[in-house]
């Protein structure tokens, strides 16, 4: 059991771990999503630039993917969290399905963005709920104001979103938990560091993380077996 006080703010950190026992691929496991697809056409601005068509393929099998995903017990886990502390608990998520939001999560921050929202990618338009896939014969997606409609994730070379609140809520925690992220994307794998000395930083996952020595913690094994029994004692 983690041992956490009635007092503590506990920041979670997902990755792509905690959704790989619901039957999404991670990105760098085995069979992982870039061992399959090449970053550089299908996640990246200068991938959009030159086959949007490439890219909506891509985007269109994971949404495909992640509309027949079930939350698993790890997610669910965490939205009984969220119950128990309330505003205590900031969840920050670099998943862009929304499992942690069907187990139940109310208040999941996505810094890499959501694979079922879109947005033009000319125009202030707010992004939108879109479930559409755009593979072929599809026509690509195209905005009223004549620019195209991409999937609003963060792409390599983009900026992440809400990088603000998730800084403020890194200097409010006194409890640091990432799970099923392999701490080698930016600026996610730093949050540890960021709150070294100041906060307990535990790390729950298949493996151990490249950003380990940031942890005083590890716990070594899958989310979905681990996490119900480490934080049940709130
Ligand atoms: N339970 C817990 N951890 C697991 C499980 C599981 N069942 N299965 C795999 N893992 C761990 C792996 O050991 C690995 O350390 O999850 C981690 C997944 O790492 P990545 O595939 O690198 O995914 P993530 O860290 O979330 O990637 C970060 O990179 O590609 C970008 O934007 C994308 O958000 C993503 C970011």
Sequence with gaps: ML?????????VLTGAGVSAES?????????????????????????????????????SMRRRVAADAKPNPAHVALAKLEQRLRDRLFLCTQNVDDLHEQAGSKRVVHVHGELFRSRCDTCSRAPFHDTNTYDPPAELPQCDCGGWIRPHI??????????????????????????GTSGVVEPAASFAAHVRGRAKAIYVGAEEPANASAFTECHLGKA?????????SF
């Design 3 to 11: 041992a956490i006080s009635p007092v503590d703010r506990i920041f």
């Design 224 to 232: 979905g077996e681990m996490l119900p029994d480490l934080l049940g």
């Design 23 to 59: 039957g999404i691929p991670t990105f760098r496991g085995v069979n992982g999503l870039w061992r399959n697809y090449r970053i550089e056409e299908v996640a990246s601005p200068h991938a959009w630039r030159r086959d949007p068509r490439l890219v909506w393929e891509f985007y």
């Design 154 to 179: 963060c792409w390599f070379g983009e900026m992440p979103f809400e990088l603000d609140r998730i800084f403020r809520a890194l200097d409010a925690c006194t409890v640091f938990i990432a799970v």
